[in-house]
Nanobody, 114 residues
Framework: VQLQASGGGLVQAGGSLRLSCKASGIILRINFMEWYRQAPGKQRDLVASITSGGITNYTGSVKGRFTVSKDNIKNTIYLQMNDLKPEDTAAYFC?????????WGQGTQVTVSS
């Protein structure tokens, strides 16, 4: 299983970014996927998740601003991030727990300037 994340960058507060995570070696259509983030010196926290059926869930601080989605044909999940705030600055990781093992993408850095 390989997860390739991309789409991070530097953006001003109030701006938007879309992260992508392309999976190989696994079929996203039938799996539960998650996005995490980790700020410097802090633990890695769950941001959003999407089930095989497309049901989404978000941590409170991003509700109404972030949207997780997936493209089953491209085997890719996305995290659309709007109205970004400086506190959203972190490395973002896509992840899946599959057959007893947690897999991580390599992380993509999001930096929001005030």
């Amino acid at each position: 299983v390989q997860l390739q994340a991309s789409g991070g960058g530097l953006v001003q507060a109030g701006g938007s970014l879309r992260l992508s995570c392309k999976a190989s070696g696994i079929i996203l259509r039938i799996n539960f996927m998650e996005w995490y983030r980790q700020a410097p010196g802090k633990q890695r926290d769950l941001v959003a998740s999407i089930t095989s059926g497309g049901i989404t869930n978000y941590t409170g601080s991003v509700k109404g601003r972030f949207t997780v989605s997936k493209d089953n044909i491209k085997n890719t999940i996305y995290l659309q991030m709007n109205d970004l705030k400086p506190e959203d600055t972190a490395a973002y990781f896509c992840s899946i727990f599959w057959r007893g093992t947690r897999y991580w993408g390599q992380g993509t850095q999001v930096t929001v300037s005030s």
